[in-house]
């Protein structure tokens, strides 16, 4: 920090993808600068690719709401809310207020790294002294590396050399005190924002389902210990049970932070020696989030563009209206139809089902991937750079340790494997609620009179499928198998 600032100044906590008190690096560290604090939060409309989508801007707005109340009923602390380009307006604070630093915690989309980079050295120019941390991983993507110093393409050896260095350290408790900055700093108001939908208000489902904010996140997290964490290595496949943890939104705001849920899983597996297997199963899962961070943070362009060179000249078609189909639930396939309209209504899929749905979009369909990501950025609550394009990016094939493309997933057979008796095929789509199991996920093949007693008429209640699997399958195995044959060519040419 600035020694020549008088110790009056403030420091600004600049508040990121890392909306909670417990475990935030960043706001100990102001709290330990022992100067008024100056809490900020800003809405970045400068940056040149993915602005948050809808679904995103509604959690935000309730998680700002959160964040903000908890502040001033803990610490007294007004919450700033600015809008616009964060690279102009911190340095514009900064000056205003006479603030001698500014503490953030890192964010590793490219252009927030872009952005932050030159925020640093802007700062620096002024006197102003910058502090960023680590809240948003268990290990920095550039901390762990191959035998030969270079970053990994494959989850497997990513995750062993992850968890052959030291576990996380403990997560710390909100800090008991913070000093308020007591001159009036002028903020905006969040209602102004228009994070909220209204015409029309489509969000009822997500007002039904999630509680966004700090508080919501660790009753998730105690809720998933509680209840699911001991039958989740073999029922986390299985939509029809509520055995997964729904913590990744409140992972990518930072309402929670990874140390947190790491120690609450490992210290639920240590008190109970049975959890062990279902407890290293969940981290994994960590792993792959921690993962998606790492080839996002080392190859930049992995949501715009194929990791894999070769799938740049594949057959995609382009068919809007396949596509609309596909966002819709009106592909004829229940498993995937079901997801959809998780999404649309929830703002969340189970995640065997977005492997499911997404294969049909790019294998079924031969819809470009990018297609799917776009959608899942919009739709999804939990919709997060890192994650949203890597597994994108593995079930097309083309990514970083992904799928091979000749993977096609049957989307009649996943579901008879993973909704078995058909509970989560008709939670969500209540028009086939009355089919027997035997033909819940192939209502076409239901001969007319259990169509009949079902009340189910195929093509007005619920549409037929919109492609035939087997002819579907063999068009994209032939459009790889091209695309591979170009391949040889080129090189042999070469």
């Keep these: 920090m600035a020694d020549s600032a008088s110790s ?41 690719s993915w602005q948050m989508g809808g679904a995103s801007r509604w959690w935000l707005h309730h998680a700002l709401n959160a964040l903000a109340t908890e502040l001033k009923r803990r610490y007294g602390l007004k919450l700033i809310l600015r809008r616009g380009d964060a690279a102009a307006i911190l340095p514009a604070l900064a000056r205003e207020t006479g603030a001698a630093a500014v503490f953030w915690n890192r964010c590793y989309e490219p252009a927030a790294v872009a952005r932050d980079t030159i925020l640093k050295t802007t700062l620096k120019a002024e006197g102003i002294a910058v502090e960023t941390f680590n809240a948003s991983l268990l290990v920095e993507p550039w901390q762990v590396k191959t035998r030969t110093g270079g970053w990994f393409r494959v989850y497997s050896p990513f995750w062993r050399a992850c968890r052959a260095l030291p576990d996380p350290a403990p997560p710390h408790r909100a800090p008991k005190k913070l000093q308020a900055f007591n001159k009036p700093v002028h903020g905006e108001r969040l209602d102004d924002w228009q994070l909220l939908p209204t015409q029309p208000d489509w969000a009822g489902g997500l007002r039904a389902t999630w509680q966004p904010g700090e508080a919501g996140a660790a009753a998730r997290l105690q809720a998933f210990i509680d209840d699911a964490l001991q039958g989740y290595a073999d029922g986390r496949d299985r939509p029809d049970r509520n055995l997964t943890s729904r913590l990744s939104p409140h992972l ?78 009106l592909t004829g396939y229940p498993i995937v139809d079901a997801g959809m309209r998780e999404l649309w209504l929830t703002g969340w899929m189970h995640n065997r089902v977005r492997m499911i749905a997404a294969s049909f979009l790019v294998k079924h369909l031969r819809q470009h991937w990018r297609h799917g990501e776009a959608w899942f950025w919009d739709t999804l609550v939990d919709a997060d750079l890192a994650n949203n394009a890597a597994s994108w990016q593995w079930v097309a094939g083309s990514g970083a340790d992904a799928a091979p493309y000749f993977r096609i997933f049957n989307p009649i057979l996943q579901g008879e494997k993973f909704d078995p008796q058909g509970g989560y095929v008709r939670r969500w789509l209540p028009e086939l609620a009355r089919l027997p199991d035997k033909y819940i996920h192939k209502p076409w093949l239901a001969p007319a009179a259990v169509l009949r007693e079902a009340g189910l008429r ?21 459009a790889f198998a091209q695309l591979r044959n170009d391949d040889r060519q080129t090189a042999g040419a070469a």
């Design 458 to 478: 195929l093509g007005q209640d619920y549409p037929q499928p919109l492609v035939d699997h087997d002819a579907a399958r063999k068009a994209a195995l032939a």
């Design 252 to 329: 990518h705001f930072g309402e929670i932070g990874p140390r947190q849920v790491w120690q609450a899983v490992q210290m639920a597996a240590a008190e109970n020696s049975a959890a062990a297997r279902n407890a290293e199963t969940f981290l994994s899962e960590l792993g792959w989030r921690e993962f998606a961070h790492h080839l996002l943070f080392h190859f930049p362009a992995l949501p715009e563009r194929n990791f894999r060179a070769g799938f740049d000249a594949f057959p995609w078609q382009d068919d809007p209206a396949l596509l609309a189909r596909w966002q819709r639930g």
């Design 8 to 48: 009056s100044s403030p420091v600004i906590l600049w508040f990121r993808q890392d909306l909670r008190l417990n475990d935030n690096p960043a706001l100990a560290a102001a709290a330990a600068a022992g100067r008024p604090v100056i809490a900020l939060y800003v809405l970045d409309t400068a940056l040149p």
